[in-house]
């Protein structure tokens, strides 16, 4: 899943100025031009990824249980602004999914609590990244995606470490929130060809993906302190055909519940969403305020 975390590794680019044949991966406008096709378009159409894979549950001295699949995508497009520098305007869209049947989930059964929960998806709008731009100390190098060229291979990777406060928090909401802070990490994979990253005429370049996150659970599933974490496994690609190469069922589930998703933004805005923050603004707060029964029966 391709999430708001990618913006910490996306910092303080040179401005992309021009796209020659060849791309020299170690100047800074090259490094930027070829992760700017392969993560979006040059001309600055909707560009959708897609992934799928598993989760699991991982609890101290017990064997990893496959919980859920999953299935997702994130439609962006790429803008450049006039001073040069790129932003990526995108959101993204991900299901829940029964490991056996592959159908999509709308409630789960707690195999701990045994409560049955009504599932969260993700919906995260926007996920926004600035690309390139702003100033540098004069003897500040310029910083480079760590994109690796093997013969006409050339992969991205990199793992992003987190660690902040939890916006759900254990003293509000205890059966949600898994503590004062949000720990986890990410880790991303990207795969392309040198020879159309370097193809003028190609201005979105085919990807496939690679995606990785262990993190605490989800607030849906209302497991509060108990000990462990979720571990993804997911891979994907760059549809080039746009959304109509989602996968029948998917696509028929977002045309039903989420159409905004099918296209990118068309406004930037902040700050990015996470399902934290959007499971606590659409659940949490919306839930009725307690009956204090000592104001003799007015909501808080």
């Known amino acids: 899943m391709l999430r708001v975390v990618m913006c910490t590794l996306l910092l303080a680019f040179l401005p992309a100025s021009g796209f020659a044949a060849a791309l020299d991966l170690s100047k800074p406008e090259d490094n930027l031009s070829a992760y700017l096709k392969m993560r979006g378009s040059l001309d600055g159409k909707d560009v959708v990824t897609w992934w799928s894979g598993q989760v699991f549950a991982a609890i101290p001295d017990e064997r990893p249980k496959l919980l859920f699949g999953f299935e997702g995508m994130n439609v962006a497009r790429m803008e450049?602004?006039?001073d040069g520098s790129w932003r990526m305007l995108s959101r993204e869209y991900a299901v829940y999914k029964d490991p056996g049947s592959g159908q999509i989930l709308e409630h789960w059964l707690n195999p701990w609590t045994g409560a049955t929960l009504k599932v969260f998806d993700v919906q995260n709008d926007p996920v926004n990244q600035q690309l390139g731009g702003g100033p540098r100390a004069d003897d500040?190098?310029?910083r480079l995606l760590p994109l690796r060229q093997m013969g006409d291979d050339v992969i991205l990777g990199?793992?992003?470490p987190l660690a902040y406060q939890n916006?759900?928090?254990p003293d509000q909401h205890p059966e949600s929130s898994t503590g004062p802070l949000y720990v986890g990490s990410e880790h991303f994979g990207f795969y392309a060809r040198k020879t159309e990253l370097d193809d003028p005429t190609i201005q979105s370049a085919p990807i496939a993906i690679a995606?990785?996150?262990e993190g605490p659970w989800l607030p849906w599933m209302q497991m509060g302190d108990h000990a462990g974490l979720l571990i993804y496994s997911g891979y994907g690609k760059k549809l080039l055909g746009g959304?109509?190469?989602l996968?029948?069922?998917?696509h028929d589930y977002?045309?039903?519940h989420a159409p905004q998703y099918l296209t990118a933004p068309r406004e930037w805005s902040q700050p990015n969403a996470t399902s934290w923050t959007v499971y606590k603004r659409q659940v949490l707060d919306a839930e009725p305020a307690p009956v204090n029964e000592a104001a003799g029966g007015k909501a808080e």
């Open 80 to 82: 450049q602004l006039e």
């Open 140 to 142: 500040e190098a310029p």
């Open 158 to 160: 990199f793992d992003v």
């Open 167 to 169: 916006p759900i928090q």
């Open 211 to 213: 995606w990785f996150r």
């Open 243 to 245: 959304v109509d190469e």
């Open 247 to 250: 996968p029948q069922p998917f």
């Open 254 to 256: 977002l045309m039903q």
